[in-house]
């Protein structure tokens, strides 16, 4: 059974870079696709999109200009960094795992979510 | 941008039916996928393929599908079922993922 933990800072500033670790265990992260999506309080949940372990990425139109994704497969972990923020990127952040088949990208494995806030 | 469209919320008494409806133009084209989400945890995904069960989840959860509109029915609803629901898919070319607003399923 394939677990996701992410980790990072709770509080980032306003303008500055929100950076976050999802490390996967209980299986490799070789070979599959792997999302980051978020939720403000009390709100619906956003894609922000997902990188492969060959390190190639689709990302929300929305959010492209500031979204970066990477992976480092020896140690089993793939990140997400958001430039710019604001007080509207205060979400919980998850990582979830992409199951792809013939009938698209869905997640049946997903991380316990972090909080993260943007304030100063 | 692509957009899927649910309606806020759903109430039902226990034992009867709830039905979640999910509209967006590409659904024709993509699969939806459907997860339920309590307070305080991570989404489940409860359907996928517009219509498939995961193991694990009970009979009562169904999904359909109609042009561009996906539904999902709880038969004979438990007060356990009380969470968000949010519908998944994609836009037309099948890499962008998509979430519906989500649904408020209230158990009277």
């Known amino acids: 059974q394939v677990q996701l933990q992410e980790s990072g800072p709770g509080l980032v500033k306003p303008s500055e870079t929100l950076s976050l670790t999802c490390t996967v265990s209980?299986?490799?992260?070789?070979?599959?696709?792997w999302s980051w999506i978020r939720q403000p309080a009390g709100k619906g949940l956003e894609w922000i999109g997902r990188?492969?372990?060959?390190?190639?990425?689709n990302y929300n139109p929305s959010l492209k200009s500031r979204v970066t994704m990477s992976v480092d497969t020896s140690k089993n972990q793939f990140s997400l960094k958001l430039s710019s923020v604001t007080a509207a990127d205060t979400a919980v952040y998850y990582c979830?795992?992409?199951?792809?088949?013939?009938?698209?990208?869905?997640?049946?494995?997903w991380g316990q979510g972090t909080l993260v806030t943007v304030s100063s | 941008s692509y957009e899927l469209t649910q309606p806020p919320s759903v109430s039902v008494s226990p034992g009867q039916t709830a039905r979640i409806t999910c509209s967006g133009d590409?659904?024709?084209?993509?699969?939806a996928y459907w997860y339920q989400q309590k307070p305080g945890q991570a989404p489940v995904l409860v359907i996928y393929?517009?219509?498939e069960r995961p193991s694990g989840i009970p009979e009562r959860f169904s999904g359909s599908s109609s042009g561009t509109t996906v539904t999902l029915t709880i038969s004979g609803v438990q007060a356990e079922d009380e969470a968000d629901y949010y519908c998944?898919?994609?836009?037309?070319?099948?890499?962008?993922?998509?979430f519906g607003g989500g649904t408020k399923l209230t158990v009277l």
């Open positions: 979830a795992s992409d199951y792809y088949d013939s009938s698209g990208y869905y997640y049946f494995h």
């Open positions: 209980g299986g490799s992260i070789s070979s599959y696709y």
């Open positions: 990188i492969y372990t060959s390190g190639s990425t």
């Open positions: 590409a659904l024709p084209k993509q699969y």
């Open positions: 393929k517009d219509s």
């Open positions: 998944q898919s994609a836009d037309s070319s099948g890499t962008f993922v998509v």
